[in-house]
Nanobody, 122 residues
Framework: QLQLVESGGDLVQPGESLRLSCAASGFRLDFFPVGWFRQAPGKEREGVSCISIDNATYYADSVKGRFTISRDNAKNTVYLQMHSLKPEDTAVYYC????????????????WGRGTKVTVLS
């Protein structure tokens, strides 16, 4: 069964850091581009970052310089390291594997995890 599971979300203060994980089962993530998206309350899901098969990385302007996407192929996991968190980063974060990265948006195959919630206090 193909599955993506996000984890690592938490409630934090502004300026703090979190590392989100996206673990895959049933397939190898290193065969695909992988993207992180987020959805804030009342807003549409938006792309945050994408990592290509050859590990090129792309970021939305709103997170550039603060977030880092990376892979651990041995663990079949993609990470999103988030620093200097802001209240506007509050959202449920999702990962997905895709056909390719269109800049910071993964063109998804349609498989999503349940998400992990990040709350940055204001």
């Amino acid at each position: 069964q193909l599955q993506l599971v996000e984890s690592g979300g938490d409630l934090v203060q502004p300026g703090e850091s979190l590392r989100l994980s996206c673990a895959a089962s049933g397939f190898r993530l290193d065969f695909f581009p992988v993207g992180w998206f987020r959805q804030a309350p009342g807003k549409e899901r938006e792309g945050v970052s994408c990592i290509s098969i050859d590990n090129a990385t792309y970021y939305a302007d709103s997170v550039k310089g603060r977030f880092t996407i990376s892979r651990d192929n041995a663990k079949n996991t993609v990470y999103l390291q988030m620093h200097s968190l802001k209240p506007e980063d509050t959202a449920v974060y999702y990962c997905t594997h895709g056909h390719y990265c269109s800049d910071y948006r993964a063109i998804t195959y349609g498989l999503w995890g349940r998400g992990t919630k990040v709350t940055v206090l204001s």
